[in-house]
């Protein structure tokens, strides 16, 4: 499988953004998909994450209720959508998959696939 992340931009503080990774391959159907994230100078976090057969989602505790995750396996595409932004969520955002195992891992060496990231900048 591989991953093309876009949507990312400029917007300002309150504002929102939505994150699209578009896959090729067979298999994205059967994938659980993620996003992560990495701020200049910090190691790279998990921010959310989406089960490949019933939609179950995992948020990090600094998203909740401010970002959403979905998928449309018909176009093989995941999305995160980014509310209520804040300066602190300024990183480039990876979209991930994962084969096997629970749906969602905290830990990023634990994800078999990665999109080259998009940059979001949320301005003060």
């Known amino acids: 499988v591989q991953l093309q992340a876009s949507g990312g931009g400029l917007v300002q503080a309150g504002g929102s953004l939505r994150l699209s990774c578009v896959a090729s391959?067979?298999?994205?159907?059967?994938?659980?998909m993620g996003w992560f994230r990495q701020a200049p100078g910090k190691e790279r976090e998990f921010v959310a994450a989406?089960?490949?057969?019933?939609?179950?989602?995992y948020f990090a505790d600094f998203v909740k209720g401010r970002f959403a995750i979905s998928r449309d396996n018909a176009k093989s595409t995941v999305y995160l959508q980014m509310n209520s932004l804040k300066p602190e969520d300024s990183a480039v955002y990876y979209c991930?998959?994962?084969?096997?195992?629970?749906?969602?891992?905290?830990?990023?060496?634990?994800?078999?696939?990665w999109g080259q990231g998009t940059l979001v900048t949320v301005s003060s």
């Open positions: 989406i089960s490949w057969g019933d939609g179950r989602t």
């Open positions: 391959g067979r298999t994205f159907g059967v994938t659980n």
């Open positions: 991930t998959g994962k084969r096997s195992g629970s749906y969602y891992s905290l830990v990023d060496s634990e994800y078999d696939y």
